[in-house]
């Protein structure tokens, strides 16, 4: 397309208007005085102008917009014009130059068809090229080369025949997740857009885009619902910590900054310092496990003595009776039962009940005591002691080592486990609580215990990713933090690689506190190609009988190779001749030397334990899940299958790291390939 088109030169003024709009934006929100009349105004100024900052952060990768809808307009027959980008952009005047993404005029951008139209005479998409530092504009890096309309008035839809549209989603990535908010699609934009009372497990095949629907549903709920979730923010909980690097920089791109990322055990305030077999760990992850920690923390309360409690204010003596006690004692216990009061607020109700009974007696008798008072009879060292006889302080750690070494308590507290399975709990102490070595599997125990004792911080909303590996246990540590929110879980069952995985999102779902969300496919492939999809469905029977096989809309020639390990030195530098990221993917065994190898034979590379974004990276096969690069190497699929506890484990992890790839998967190996691959 020639650079004189007028419609070119038009938009490119545009784009300019709108750098420059952001650019006085920033600007301005930099000259918010940030001292008031005391310390704490100046604070709050001070954080309202960093966050103002930080949402008006520019990208010089990414255009102020990415596409243009022209709307029918209420009073005139000219359309209504609105450019659509990743943040809104406003004139001097305060007029709109670049509409938010998330705004409702901006649906029909997704959603609108030639059949249903949506007002939208014509939809525009934009083609950019990255320039290089000699010739960037300003702060930008990036210049407006090419557009697509589709004059949807005229019957025109392109859908993903779009070459533009198609281009953006196979664009070569280094580094970080980027966001896709010019490439969503209607089925994904419908998710995205559901409101924060709605909860929903997206059940997504490799490459349907799943985790960006998630965390742009998040960046949807921050921009819609901003008074609700102010204080707490998001919660998006990912498999580890490989993982949540790649997805770090994608709502900072998009203007939000109100998440916190974790993984389940950083959710945690205790850590993991050791391992321990499948079936101990299987066992600990199941929900009877939380039955069992509430019988322990109920064996602490003791019965109150018929004598009562006798306190002494002064000259005077009075005496709570032993009946009013148990019944205190009892109303706790059923409140505590039923999850109304939390164990240490339940023993300062006690002591206040206490004292609010002496208060009545000293009312009785003539006095009028005031509160404060009251709150010191609450203090006093007889109250202080039947509290702690009757309902004493317990802490997580040192209930559940005691659990653990004591047979006969485990026993009392685990009617619903059999022998053998408490055979496999027991555990030696420590000479320390403290120097206690926890598992994995002990840190959801540890934390259900620390619920029961004090509340957790909560969210409003959480994205949990990879959500089909999480245990039962697991899934209430997350519950336990969105207690009255919505959540967005996002998996796919095929690609489950734990031994305690239950296999049903419905079971997930109804550990996570939300029995009545929905199940919402996502089947169409956007990323991965149909001739890696191909190969990878051939496990699906073995791995997940329920699961429709992935679809994709991407068929490209040259995408599958297949090869000796030999020939991993000449594939890689084939690849690296190419644009993109290149992941090697190995048994865990072998990411030592592999590297090595690689770094012997002058090849650049790291591993994903590192902050560099390295453009190869040698990946241990059980840390692929989530990921993806344009170029995948995958080493010796039998070895990754043998690495697992178990067939359809292992053969679950071979499906998993087969559909990492965008552009190219080489599958090399010297043993024979699975026989579960064949298409006999």
């Not at 949990?464 to 039962?472: K, N, R, T, V, Y």
């Not at 995985?501 to 506190?513: C, I, K, N, Q, R």
């Not at 995408?559 to 993917?585: F, H």
């Amino acid at each position: 397309m020639s650079t004189a088109d007028p419609v070119l030169t038009a938009e490119r003024e545009h784009l300019d208007l709108a750098e420059r709009c952001l650019s006085q934006m920033r600007d301005s929100a930099a000259g918010i005085a940030d001292y008031g009349v005391d310390e704490l105004t100046s604070h709050a100024l001070g954080k309202m102008r960093a966050q103002r900052l930080e949402h008006l952060a520019a990208d010089p990768d990414a255009p102020p917009f990415f596409g243009r809808t022209d709307r029918d307009h209420e009073d005139r027959p000219e359309p209504e014009v609105l450019h659509i980008g990743r943040r809104h952009v406003r004139d001097s005047k305060g007029d709109p130059v670049v509409i938010d993404w998330r705004a409702p005029i901006a649906r029909g951008f997704y959603r609108a068809t030639a059949s249903d139209r949506q007002g939208i005479r014509l939809r525009r998409r934009f083609g950019f090229k990255k320039l290089p530092p000699s010739a960037a504009r300003g702060a930008s890096r990036v210049a407006l080369t090419s557009y697509e309309d589709e004059h949807l008035d005229l019957g025109e839809a392109l859908g993903l025949e779009s070459e533009l549209l198609r281009e953006e989603i196979e664009r070569p990535r280094v580094g970080p997740m980027r966001d896709i908010v010019a490439t969503i699609q209607p089925d994904q934009d419908e998710l995205v857009r559901a409101d924060l009372d709605t909860s929903m497990a997206i059940q997504g095949a490799p490459g349907t885009g799943k985790t960006a629907v998630g965390l742009h549903r998040a960046a949807f709920l921050l921009y819609t619902y901003p008074e609700r979730l102010k204080r707490t923010g998001v919660l998006v909980v990912g498999p580890n910590q490989a993982f949540l690097h790649y997805i770090a920089q994608v709502l900072p791109s998009l203007g939000e900054g109100g998440i916190q990322q974790a993984t389940v055990a950083e959710l945690i305030k205790w850590q993991a310092r050791t391992d321990e077999s499948a079936d101990v760990a299987t066992l600990k992850g199941d929900a009877r496990m939380a039955d069992v920690l509430r019988r322990a923390v109920l064996s602490h309360i003791a019965k109150p003595s018929e004598d009562g409690v006798l306190i002494i204010i002064g000259t005077k003596r009075y005496r709570v009776s032993g009946h009013h006690l148990r019944r205190y004692v009892d109303d706790l216990r059923r409140a505590f039962v039923a999850g109304a009061i939390k164990w240490d607020a339940a023993r300062d109700r006690l002591r206040m009940q206490v004292a609010e009974d002496v208060r009545r007696q000293r009312e009785d008798s003539g006095g009028a005591p005031s509160d404060a008072e009251t709150n010191k009879v609450a203090r006093n060292q007889a109250v202080k002691q039947f509290v702690d006889e009757v309902w004493p302080a317990v802490d997580a750690p040192g209930l559940l080592s005691r659990l653990y070494a004591d047979p006969d308590l485990l026993a009392r507290c685990a009617p619903n486990l059999e022998p053998d399975e408490r055979t496999l709990l027991h555990r030696e102490p420590a000479r320390t609580v403290k120097a206690t070595r926890w598992t994995p599997a002990d840190l959801a125990l540890l934390d259900e215990l620390d619920g029961l004792i004090s509340p957790a911080d909560q969210f409003v909303h959480a994205v949990i990713d990879e959500a089909q590996d999480l245990s039962p246990m697991q899934c209430r540590v997350i519950a336990r933090r969105c207690p009255i929110g919505s959540v967005t879980v996002l998996g796919d069952l095929a690609q489950a690689t734990t031994p305690w995985a239950p296999g049903d999102w419905t079971v997930t779902l109804e550990h996570l506190g939300q029995p009545a969300a929905r199940v919402r496919p996502l089947t169409a492939g956007y990323r991965v190609p149909a001739e890696v999809l191909d190969v990878a469905n051939l496990l699906l029977p073995h791995i997940a009988v329920g699961v429709p096989p992935a679809t994709s809309v991407r068929s490209h020639p040259d995408t599958l190779r297949w090869g000796r390990r030999a020939d991993l030195l000449d594939q890689l530098r084939d690849c690296l001749t190419e644009e993109g990221s290149v992941g090697v993917i190995v048994p865990d065994a072998e990411v030592t030397g592999t590297l090595k190898a690689l770094r012997d034979n002058g090849i650049q590379a790291d591993t994903l334990d590192t902050e560099t974004d390295a453009r190869t990276s040698v990946v241990r096969a059980t840390e692929a899940k989530g990921l993806e690069f344009d170029f995948v190497i995958l080493l010796e699929p039998e070895a990754i299958v043998a690495g697992e506890a178990g067939r359809t484990a292992g053969l679950r992890r071979l499906y998993v790291v087969m559909t990492r790839a965008v552009s190219r998967l080489v599958v090399l190996h010297d043993t024979p390939l699975p026989d579960e691959m064949s298409r006999q």
